[in-house]
């Protein structure tokens, strides 16, 4: 199984560079994608002018008008083809102190070769009618198709990437990705997995909370506490 990482951030701060150490320590192939110009010319470290962004419509993944390392990304991936079985995407609020919490959530999540999404909080619009921001996805998807997912870290399948780009291409937009990549997953009926619930990867992530990015011997970022 092929797969790589891209850690999401609006700079490359110490702290990505931290994780993005861990990762490569771990054997694995992985890139920063950056919202800022970078201060070091590094081949792992990926920027694209934001006017590229806007002028090609990759643009507003995110559900504020402005252009995020989200979009960014997904243009890279336009350029350099989807080839991978596996794409892994982690925000920089995304934290380990330890590796061996990685290590091991990483390769429980390698052994499962069926699930298209997996992320947080994947639920849909007949779980969830209350959700604030299902109007994202009503241009696009009818309501039996409504889904959504939290992306803070996620893994999608070459399939489900594929298809983002081709909505782009169709559209010439993006909608907000909490409802796009699993919108598409249950309109296509691919497999998701929520991880909060998963028998097999629940114990990573406690629970949902707002919380600051330093907490020692814990995974955590701005919405999620995990236990090692």
């Known amino acids: ?51 590229y962004i806007v002028r090609d419509n990759f643009c507003y993944l995110h559900w504020l008008p402005r252009v995020i390392a989200w979009d960014k990304v997904f243009y890279h991936l336009s350029k350099v083809g989807v080839d991978k079985d596996f794409y892994y995407f982690m925000e920089d609020d995304v934290f380990c102190n330890k590796l061996s919490v990685f290590n091991d959530l990483f390769n429980k999540m390698d052994e499962d070769v069926d699930t298209d999404l997996i992320a947080a909080s994947v639920k849909d619009y007949y779980q969830l009618r209350r959700w604030n921001h299902w109007n994202f996805g009503r241009e696009d998807f009818e309501d039996k198709h409504l889904s959504k997912s939290l992306n803070c870290l996620c893994r999608l399948s070459r399939r489900l990437v594929q298809d983002i780009l081709e909505f782009q291409r169709e559209h010439q937009k993006f909608i907000f990705f909490e409802v796009l990549f699993a919108c598409i997953c249950k309109k296509n009926m691919y497999n998701t997995k929520d991880f909060l619930v998963d028998n097999d990867l629940k114990d990573y992530f406690y629970k949902f909370v707002f919380k600051d990015l330093a907490s020692s011997g814990k995974y955590v970022n701005n919405y999620k506490e995990v236990f090692d």
């Not at 797969?3 to 054997?27: A, C």
């Not at 070091?40 to 006017?51: F, G, P, R, S």
């Open 1 to 51: 199984m092929s797969s790589e990482i891209y850690i999401l951030s609006r700079s490359n701060h110490s702290y990505v560079s931290l994780l993005h150490k861990f990762l490569k320590k771990m054997g694995r192939e992985c890139y920063i994608v950056v919202d800022e110009s970078p201060l070091v010319n590094n081949k792992d470290i990926l920027y694209y002018n934001t006017e």
